[in-house]
């Protein structure tokens, strides 16, 4: 008897793994149909934006209380977290069209609050459809053919004085007011930010 009943427990212990295992698998190819599928109808692929370029962009945004910042593709959302951790009454909106990336970023958004941190708000939508006239400060890292096409709407749209912060992209018809240069060893082609006053 004592045989048979470890045997029917180990046997329902072996089941249970499998189970498990098979749940993962699914959940595991589910998402990396999400992924492949949003980068296929989204604009841009997401990017990793390095750490290493994230303190020079906090430096010079120099945010103050009543500033509306604003991440235009904000991929998993680091650099709205990473900002937001200043603890000022400041407003950080993300937006981006890719489904991965806002569902990393809303889970990430949500275990922040969970955590008792700050959270931001993501907006599920096309660059080019969201009216940006909220925004005091900007922050892109778009490929020029993008920036170049929603930089009408910015002329546009954006309040007098309202600053866009460029990671390694220029706009192709409108001059930067100031160029930042920074160290980044192993990020040969994130060196640079284009600062843009409208």
């Known amino acids: 008897m004592p045989i048979r009943a470890w045997r029917f427990k180990s046997s329902s212990a072996h089941m249970f793994f499998e189970f498990i295992f098979l749940v993962i698998l699914i959940v595991t190819f589910l998402l990396l149909c999400l992924w492949v599928l949003s980068g296929y109808f989204s604009k841009s692929l997401f990017t990793e934006i390095p750490y290493s370029s994230l303190e020079p962009l906090r430096e010079e945004l120099q945010l103050k209380n009543g500033d509306i910042f604003c991440h235009l593709g904000c991929g998993d959302g680091r650099v709205l977290f990473y900002l937001s951790d200043q603890n000022l009454d400041v407003q950080y909106v993300g ?47 778009l490929p020029p053919q993008i920036i170049d096409d929603i930089l009408p709407r910015l002329d546009e749209e954006l309040r007098p004085k ?4 460029s990671l ?17 060893k192993n990020y040969k082609r994130l060196r640079k930010i284009f600062v843009y006053e409208f």
């Open 168 to 184: 390694s992209f220029k706009f192709t018809l409108k001059k930067p007011t100031k160029e930042i240069s920074f160290n980044n």
């Open 95 to 141: 937006i981006e069209d890719n489904l991965f990336s806002y569902w990393v970023a809303s889970i990430h958004n949500k275990w922040n609050k969970v955590i008792g941190k700050k959270t931001i708000k993501i907006i599920y939508k096309n660059l080019m459809e969201k009216d940006l006239s909220f925004a005091t400060h900007i922050f892109s890292y």
């Open 162 to 165: 309202t600053k866009l912060f």
